[in-house]
């Protein structure tokens, strides 16, 4: 299993880092195409378990507010929110008419993916598109990798005590603090080394966003687990070997990325 996740790392971590740094329509497309698989996935998951969220919606939105944040940032967002609005309650009653029982559950199913993943995800853009935003982005999602390390590590020899018992079992306390403790120590030298290219990124912002992202973030974590956990299977899909789907990579990086905005939004 290790050796499979560090096999898809090992290309995927330079390949994330160039599109960062590039920016523009190579992040945003990829981006767009990122968000749309996890749609899928989300739909995949509901729709064998027994209900009928829309798939065009659930790929599709998502793509088109990567876009749309790309070009306008947050101008029009009221609009493509009311129009994302009425078309899914309008597919929604159409399969209702045509039959479908679920529709009512459906309609909430899929609006919930929708803004899950395709709003909170659209944040990537967001932070990119602020000024030196590729260093910021280097520091938030880094951030949730060192917690994710830390926590894998100390959790895996030392932990004991669960954080759930039902969304994820395996995850315990010890392991929680142990990716607080690594980004005490981690993302403060990420800042040092971020701010020889922007003053504005300290030691101070790197550990201050490293512990608040390392104490929230992982409630994304948990709540993708509580899908999986409901449909009882372990991974969004097996698309990437060893670490399962798209949506389970990206789970804690749609909390870290809306938080990391604001963050700097703050502290400018």
């Given amino acids: 299993m290790l050796k499979e996740r560090l096999l898809v790392l090992i290309p995927l971590i330079p390949a994330a880092v ?34 009928s969220p829309s798939a065009a919606l659930l790929i599709g939105a998502p793509v088109v507010m990567v876009l749309m944040r790309f070009l306008f940032q947050f101008a029009y967002s009221d609009v493509v929110l009311a129009i994302i609005l009425f078309i899914t309650l309008t597919v929604h009653l159409i399969e209702f008419e045509q039959g479908c029982r679920t529709s009512a559950i459906d309609f909430g199913i899929t609006l919930g993916g929708i803004f899950y993943i395709g709003w909170l995800g659209a944040y990537f853009i967001s932070v990119r598109s602020l000024p030196d935003g590729q260093w910021w982005l280097m520091l938030v ?77 992982i409630l994304g974590d948990l709540g993708e687990s509580m899908f999986k956990r409901h449909f009882m299977i372990k991974d969004s899909s097996n698309i990437l070997p060893g670490h399962g789907g798209v949506f389970d990579r990206i789970d804690s990086w749609l909390w870290a990325v809306p938080i990391g905005y604001y963050f700097i939004q703050f502290w400018k």
């Fill in 18 to 51: 160039a599109l960062i740094m590039a920016g523009g329509w190579y992040l945003t497309l990829v981006l767009a195409i990122v968000l749309g698989t996890a749609g899928w996935e989300y739909w995949r998951m509901f729709k064998n378990g027994g209900y």
């Fill in 141 to 217: 999602l880094p951030s949730i990798w060192i917690a994710d390390a830390g926590a894998y590590l100390i959790g895996r020899h030392f932990g004991n005590h669960k954080i759930s018992r039902f969304a994820s079992p395996n995850k315990s306390w010890e392991g929680f603090f142990g990716g607080i403790l690594f980004a005490l120590i981690f993302c403060p030298l990420f800042a040092l080394l971020w701010q020889m290219k922007v003053p504005e990124i300290t030691p101070v912002k790197g550990l201050i966003l490293g512990v608040i992202l390392s104490m929230v973030c």
